[in-house]
């Protein structure tokens, strides 16, 4: 079998008053975050390790250092006669104590960075992940805006939509877009995309992923000429979906479509109410930057 899958990059535009250079500058940020984020995480590791270690050789040179004052004292209470051997021991420990100060000095000036640098890219992190949750909280303001919209569907159970963190999933049978064996959108179907469409053109900073699904019976002799499997047939019904959201306004830019035929079911297909289940269009919303790592 062959598999035919046309992906067009995706990135919804916040509407028509966005220049093209703040769009490009956003997805740069976008995606300069995204690269950040675990580099961040593992250099904040690396600067507490540091900042352990250098306490602990801090510690230990004060030690060092206290031990090496205690014996200059001893030495200095020696009787008279070994004050030549003393002096002598005193200059060696003086310079010793004078190097150890010089490097307690530079290990604390060393903590002192660490801690800063730490610091800083604490805040770093938080400020990407309220960006993150930001996102997350604008996707569930389109969740709801679906879910009014499409309530009389929902409840026919012809359309679904669920939300998973950042990935937002609308799902729709097929009988509501097309008939049977056919890749050509309904007049009813074209309507309720329509209403669909209104609410997509307001959605920032999103790739819309169009996903065709089948269920499991070959298709007919009558169609084979046509769409010789269910492959071809959720490629075309996909990337017509595709072609009507273009149409009606939405940023080719940030669609693409995919067809996936009949192997990635949601229910099973030994009975009709399975096998209709899993005839679907689903349209995804997923984050720019997690599209491009794919």
Known sequence: MKRLILILLVALLPGACVSSKEYKARLAEIDSLKGNMSQLEETIKQKEDEKVALSSELSKLRREYEDLKKERDSLQADN???????????????KAITDLRAKVSEKEQRIKELESEIARLSQEKQRVLEEKEKAIAELK????????????????????????????TLSMVEKILFDSGSAEIKKEGKKVLDRVVEILKNVKDRQINIEGHTDN????PRLAQKFPTNWELSTARATNVVRYLQEKGID??????????EYRPVSPNDTEEGRAKNRRIEIVLVPLELKKSE
Do not use: F
Not at 80 to 94: F, G, H, P, Q, R
Not at 252 to 260: E, K, R
């Open 217 to 220: 019976v070959p298709i007919s």
């Open 141 to 168: 303001g389109t969740y709801n805006k679906l879910v009014n919209e499409l309530q009389e569907e929902i409840k026919k159970g012809e359309i679904e939509v669920t939300q998973l963190r950042d990935k937002l």
């Open 80 to 94: 008279a006669n070994l004050k030549y051997l003393l002096e002598a021991k005193k200059d060696e420990l003086s």
């Open 252 to 261: 080719p830019a940030l669609l693409s479509a995919t067809g996936y035929a």
